[in-house]
């Protein structure tokens, strides 16, 4: 009595698609580029003026967030001065709403179940 292989179960497609990028033979990927002496040096000039454009970018970001991080710091200490009780509402995270956990995350793709019709706020 021959046994029937089953199937493998083939699970969700993103997974799928991920597990074939990263692990494909080698003889899918295409051979690196071979440049000559002189296109190899403005490859290397290009690529590392951007890596410094970027880096500059980065560090304006991390200035401007230090900024506002300090000027909020600031505004917080004069309100504990002024009026501690303004300043505990503030800072209190009683009123503060939180994300919801049954709420789906926002994807590009469909849901698997579609639209949950029988769900009820607690």
Same mark, same amino acid.
């Given at each position: 009595?021959? @046994?029937?292989? &089953? ?6 497609? /993103?997974?799928?698609?991920? /597990?074939?990028? =990263? #692990? ?8 690196? =580029?071979? #440049? ?11 690529? @590392?003026?951007? $890596? $410094?454009?970027?880096?500059? %970018? /980065?560090? !304006? @970001? !991390?200035? *401007?967030? %230090?900024?506002?991080?300090? &000027? ?5 200490? *004069?309100?504990? &001065? ?16 939180? #994300?919801?956990?049954?709420? /789906? ?7 698997? &179940? ?9």
């Amino acid at each position: 009595m021959a @046994r029937k292989a &089953k199937a493998a179960p083939q699970g969700d497609a /993103r997974v799928r698609m991920v /597990r074939y990028f =990263l #692990f494909h033979p080698a003889a899918h990927t295409p051979r690196p =580029l071979k #440049f000559g002496t002189m296109r190899m040096l403005r490859h290397w000039t290009i690529h @590392r003026a951007w $890596l $410094l454009f970027k880096r500059a %970018e /980065r560090i !304006e @970001r !991390e200035r *401007e967030l %230090e900024t506002q991080y300090n &000027k909020i710091r600031d505004a917080c200490e *004069e309100l504990a &001065k002024t009026d501690t009780r303004l300043f505990r509402n503030a800072i209190s995270k009683k009123d503060v709403g939180t #994300f919801p956990i049954e709420m /789906r995350i926002p994807t590009d793709t469909p849901p698997k &179940k579609g639209w949950n019709y029988g769900w009820r706020r607690h």
